[in-house]
């Protein structure tokens, strides 16, 4: 029997036990809902913001709408904004995360004030209070208010906002500040040459950040409401990229040969001087990369300096007149026109240091198409017109300027016969395809050739640096002579027993010439043998008529050439082509000295000796020269 009570029992104890959870369940439900009702009613008796209530950052907590658009006027103006810039790398892109994302630097790159940007307490800060009080908490129903005062109290809501209007020409006028700070130039690496070491200042990119995308992004900053140090990062930047230099690239400039500053004659422009330096490679490259972009480093080189620098070039160009000559021009009017072209051709020619003048090359050749006509020239001894004829006298004007500019001579033909209008050994012979005259600038500063053409008169002038103050005198040492001889041609064509001269003559002459430099005070530094011309001379050629035969006893007058008014006796020589119409003056600085003593044929005398037999720098050959 004692199972079966049990059995009977058992249920009876498991009914008793079921309702008490339920009742526990429902006697917190009511009073947890009672609390909230409480919450609900102390929420909805508030005339002030909720606890840990801001409006964009200032507290607001336990304030009217009044006290807090007072605290509003006194702390919205004084929030900052600070602006972060996106690194920019070497490449000229902005500098990623692995995401892909800009990086910015962990300082600002500015910082401002709502004030500064037109935000001032002059806003209805009172509108924008009780806005933001009635939309967060009068405006809801009575169980949303305790909901909102319980989230507001457990600081999971509470940060209002309201919208920032700027005045309009401040803001615009902070902006474009802004701008002009932010924006920046490219910075291309460049680097300087100094007495032992390499200054590298390495590229630093550039950016371009407009004053409307700055303005679009900070609207959008005080519309939404934040507050405190506002980080504001100018994605909109645009990156400039800069040139970047290897250090295999600078030792490529400036390890060859030092250049000078020299003169760009196009552009009219000075070209830097550069410098010569060897340094380790590998170091430098090591050096550069662990500097910061726009930051300098300093590279050790061994350096060789240029002797001319562009500050010192732009002060001294083309200052001084080094050498000048000037000769009398003669002949027929086509002559003195192809002289003038010549002239023309190498006006305000520029040589920079170590250039090599070719007078054939700069004039170029000479013909009728390029204006040159037809002029006595010689061609295989004899006189003959010939396109050009007479541009001799400009290139021989020119090497007589480039002797006295002390310059290095490179190509000179002395002319088959002596000219007559300049002294003998300072004649220049050129001719297209055949004698070339030459000159280098070995000076260490560019020189310009400046001719001009007046009254018949050519003047030559080289201008250039003279930084010491040499000056340079030619003088000429005469010393042979080879008369010419008189050769009688028959000319059954002429009258009987009458003459006529065909070919005038011309006595051979050979000088030599010395290069005599003076120092600023007018002190002999220098006396240099410069060349020796060697003019050959050319006969007399007479033509006659036949020989009349004169009966015995008697006499017979000869008759006289209609073509001739002068005495048979006396024929007329030809003009020579080089003889001006009317005698040059002589040109100043030479000194023409006698052999032993001697009287010269232009009867000027000096105290040189004779001297032994130079090296000749003519033409051995009979060739055409102009």
Not at 201 to 225: F, K, P, Y
Not at 229 to 244: C, G, N
Request: with cysteine.
């Amino acid at each position: 029997m004692e199972p079966n009570t049990n059995e009977a029992t058992a249920p009876k104890r498991l009914k008793s036990g079921g309702k008490k959870p339920l009742i526990v369940i429902g006697i917190l439900a009511a009073v947890l809902l009672a609390a909230y009702a409480a919450l609900c009613a102390y929420a909805d008796s508030l005339d002030v913001f909720y606890p840990n209530t801001t409006i964009n950052g200032v507290d607001a907590a336990g304030l009217t709408a009044e006290q807090a658009a007072e605290r509003l006027r006194q702390e919205i103006p004084e929030e900052t904004v600070a602006f972060y810039l996106p690194l920019a790398d070497e490449t000229g892109d902005g500098v990623s995360a692995p995401e892909g994302e800009l990086l910015y630097g962990e300082t600002p790159d500015a910082v401002c004030t709502y004030r500064e940007l037109g935000v001032t307490d002059d806003l209805d800060y009172e509108k924008d209070a009780g806005l933001v009080l009635a939309l967060s908490q009068e405006q809801k129903n009575f169980f949303a208010k305790g909901w909102e005062y319980l989230m507001c109290l457990l600081g999971v809501r509470g940060a209002r906002g309201i919208h920032l209007e700027p005045e309009e020409a401040a803001f615009q006028a902070k902006l474009e500040a802004l701008s002009e700070q932010f924006s920046r130039e490219a910075q291309d690496a460049s680097y300087e040459v100094t007495e032992d070491a390499i200054e590298v200042t390495t590229a630093r990119n550039g950016l371009s950040v407009s004053a409307a995308d700055l303005a679009e992004s900070v609207r959008i900053t005080l519309s939404n409401g934040y507050h405190g140090e506002v980080r504001e990062y100018v994605d909109s930047a645009r990156i400039l990229p800069a040139k970047t230099l290897t250090a295999r690239e600078i030792y490529d400039e400036c390890s060859g040969t030092v250049q000078n500053a020299s003169y760009d004659a196009e552009t009219e422009a000075i070209v830097p001087e550069r410098a010569g330096a060897d340094f380790d490679v590998d170091e430098a490259q090591q050096l550069l990369d662990a500097a910061e972009p726009g930051g300098t480093v300093t590279v050790p080189a061994q350096v060789e300096l240029p002797a001319v620098t562009a500050e010192e070039l732009e002060q001294v160009l083309f200052r001084d007149v080094l050498g000048e000559a000037r000769t009398h021009v003669g002949g027929t009017s086509a002559r003195r026109s192809n002289v003038k072209l010549s002239a023309a051709a190498i006006n305000g020619y520029v040589m920079n240091t170590g250039d090599v003048f070719s007078y054939n090359g700069v004039v170029g050749q000479r013909t009728a198409a390029n204006g040159y006509q037809a002029a006595p020239a010689y061609v295989q001894g004899e006189t003959v017109d010939e396109i050009g004829g007479g541009i001799c006298q400009t290139s021989s004007t020119l090497y007589l300027a480039c002797l006295r500019s002390n310059l290095a001579i490179t190509e000179r033909y002395a002319h088959r016969y002596v000219p007559a209008y300049i002294t003998a050994g300072m004649d220049a012979t050129v001719s297209w395809g055949g004698p070339d005259y030459k000159f280098t600038n070995d000076t260490l500063y560019p020189i310009k050739i400046v001719t001009k053409y007046e009254n018949n008169y050519l003047t030559v002038q080289v201008l250039g640096t003279n930084v010491d103050g040499t000056s340079v005198k030619m003088t000429n040492e005469w010393l042979s002579t080879t008369p010419y001889e008189t050769v009688y041609e028959d000319d059954p064509t002429l009258a009987p027993g009458t003459e006529q001269v065909k070919t005038s003559p011309y006595t051979g002459y050979k000088y030599r010439t010395y290069r005599n430099v003076y120092d600023a005070d007018g002190k002999l530094i220098s006396s240099t043998y410069e060349a020796t011309s060697d003019y050959k001379a050319r006969n007399k050629v007479i033509l006659r008529g036949p020989v009349i035969d004169v009966p015995a006893g008697g006499e017979t007058e000869l008759p006289v050439d209609p073509g001739d008014p002068t005495d048979p006796a006396e024929p007329t020589e030809p003009t020579d082509p080089d003889l001006p119409a009317e005698p040059g003056e002589p040109d100043e600085g030479w000194t023409i000295q006698g052999a032993g003593g001697e009287q010269t044929p232009t009867d000027q005398t000096g105290a040189g000796a004779a001297g032994e037999d130079l090296p000749a720098d003519v033409r051995p050959e009979d060739a055409p020269f102009l």
